[in-house]
């Protein structure tokens, strides 16, 4: 059993940034495959980024594509997506999430523990 707890989200203008944080409980945080999604009111909760468990290997939406980077610390159960060039169309509440595979996921039903989401909303 994995718990995740997200923070680091709030108000933020349009073209600033955030860093988002996710620590996990366990002592094999290492050989989860770990995900970011958000979900926006009205909307479907969608892929964000994902990473592996050595940070070997990322994975990313079209839409943060060279504007958001995931990146984790094994050390210290934690792992971080940082957001730079922020736009409205980024405001939602962003979940952290963990998969019990080394194989990379960006579907919802991948994953297998979720946290319980942080806010994060960009004004124009």
């Known amino acids: 059993q994995v718990q995740l707890v997200e923070s680091g989200g709030g108000l933020v203008q349009a073209g600033g940034s955030l860093r988002l944080s996710c620590a996990a409980s366990g002592r094999t945080f290492s050989t989860y495959f770990m995900g970011w999604f958000r979900q926006a009111p009205g909307k479907e909760r969608e892929f964000v980024a994902a990473i592996s468990g050595s940070g070997g290997y990322t994975n990313y939406a079209d839409s943060v594509k060279g504007r958001f980077t995931i990146s984790r610390e094994n050390a210290k159960n934690t792992v971080y997506l940082q957001m730079n060039s922020l736009k409205p169309e980024d405001t939602a509440v962003y979940y952290c999430?963990?998969?019990?595979?080394?194989?990379?996921?960006?579907?919802?039903?991948?994953?297998?523990?979720w946290g319980q989401g942080t806010q994060v909303t960009v004004s124009s």
């Open positions: 999430a963990a998969r019990r595979t080394v194989m990379p996921g960006t579907r919802v039903r991948d994953y297998n523990y």
